[in-house]
């Protein structure tokens, strides 16, 4: 039986393809095999980058198989150490994640692309959140989409279950770019190749500040920063990376980020 996933190490790079036809729809044990990829990723110190995309030119992912619903899986299944689609919930991922969204993604697929931190789209790409129309809520969306996009515009979505096209999607922000779908991939490996290169601790103490300061007064969360409160800013302000990009500064050189 063919895997689900198809994973590709490039370099410090890791590809991630969501391969289900014909719709990448995630099952539980699909989910939690992107949940072990994806804490192998973080894991790996090797590893500084990771690309989400979906097989095919139709679908990037059309969220929870409802085939599989309708075969008795739970809506509240275990679905793994990073929830459903393996990113969501993944406990301390410090490492940028690129969704490559290369066509339809609704409902969980929305929710797997809103779990990455820059979302690139092809022109082709649609987004949706239709669990309105099957009686059910959207959990993470109706947590994260306002947060991303304008309130009544992400209401909008929420309440109606319309679909909106990657033009409108970067109008509002939802992604960052949209490209021809032959130069999706290419654009997506081009913008991990140029993050791969960058600081790492850097960007681990980026994601933590804002995960751990999520709903903090501004003063408390940044007395967390400069306290030293959060790990990752701590490793960081102790780091030789910190000495490394002072010094490269001063030499007018490109610096040497080794992640330590």
């Given amino acids: 039986m063919n895997s689900p996933l198809q994973v590709e190490t490039r370099g410090a790079v890791l590809v991630v393809t969501l391969n289900r036809p014909t719709a990448n729809a995630i099952d539980v044990p699909t989910s939690r095999l992107m949940g ?11 590893l500084r980058v990771a690309i989400i995309t979906g097989a095919g030119d139709k679908f990037f992912c059309a969220g929870w198989d409802l085939k599989a619903a309708a075969q008795g899986e739970a809506v509240d299944s275990d679905y793994g150490v990073g929830g459903f689609g ?6 301390g991922l410090n490492k940028p994640v690129i969704a490559a969204v ?13 779990s ?3 979302i690139l789209a092809s022109e082709q790409a649609t987004f949706a959140l239709p669990e309105i129309n099957s009686g059910t ?6 947590l994260k989409l306002p947060r991303r996009v304008p309130y009544h515009v992400a209401m909008e979505l ?3 279950g319309r679909w909106m096209d990657a033009i409108e999607a970067h109008h509002w922000g939802l992604v960052n770019e949209t490209l021809p779908q032959d130069q999706l991939i290419v654009r997506a490996n081009e913008l991990a190749d140029t993050l791969a290169d960058g600081p790492p601790l850097v960007y681990a103490a980026i994601k933590e500040v804002l995960r751990e300061t999520e709903g903090l007064a501004f003063q408390t969360a940044l007395d967390q920063i ?3 409160k959060i790990p990752s800013v ?8 910190q000495l490394e990009g002072a010094r490269a500064f001063a030499e007018k050189r490109k610096p040497l980020w080794r992640g330590r």
């Fill in 36 to 46: 072990d990829t994806f804490a192998a990723f973080r894991d790996d110190p090797a």
């Fill in 86 to 91: 393996g990113l969501q919930e993944l406990p």
């Fill in 102 to 114: 290369n066509g339809i993604c609704c409902g969980g697929g929305l929710e797997l692309a809103l």
């Fill in 116 to 118: 990455a931190d820059l």
């Fill in 137 to 142: 809520i959207a959990d993470a969306a109706t």
């Fill in 158 to 160: 929420l309440l109606t």
């Fill in 226 to 228: 400069t306290g030293r």
């Fill in 234 to 241: 701590d490793r960081l302000y102790s780091s030789d990376d």
